[in-house]
């Protein structure tokens, strides 16, 4: 059964930084792009980031380039990162890590995790 489980959600104030992690599990990974969406109350979900299996395709929505950085260890248990810099109260939202075959980016993803919430206090 695969299993996606985030952490590093909290509470930051506005011009700080957080790291979220995923931890990937119950499947092989190779061939899966992982990723990260996010959904604000009242708004709908939004792709925020995505890597390729090979790193060699990164994709990030406009609003976070320059501000996040996405990562992953592809080692014996697949583990992606957000790094967030410069957090603005508009990045709050609750924070999905996401996985699917292929190269990611803005596409129907197969596997999600449970969400870690993210508020940015201005």
């Known amino acids: 059964q695969v299993q996606l489980v985030e952490s590093g959600g909290g509470l930051v104030q506005a011009g700080g930084s957080l790291r979220l992690s995923c931890a990937a599990s119950?499947?092989?990974?190779?061939?899966?792009?992982m990723g990260w969406f996010r959904q604000a109350p009242g708004k709908e979900r939004e792709f925020v980031a995505s890597?390729?299996?090979?790193?060699?395709?990164?994709?990030y929505v406009d609003s976070v380039k320059g501000r996040f950085t996405i990562s992953r260890d592809n080692a014996k248990n697949t583990i992606v990162y957000l790094q967030m810099n410069r957090l603005k109260p508009e990045d709050t939202a609750v924070y999905y890590c996401?996985?699917?075959?292929?190269?990611?980016?803005?596409?129907?993803?197969?596997?999600w995790g449970q969400g870690t919430q993210v508020t940015v206090s201005s």
């Open positions: 996401v996985s699917t075959r292929g190269r990611g980016g803005i596409m129907s993803y197969d596997y």
């Open positions: 119950g499947r092989t990974f190779s061939s899966y792009a």
């Open positions: 890597i390729s299996w090979s790193k060699s395709n990164i994709y």
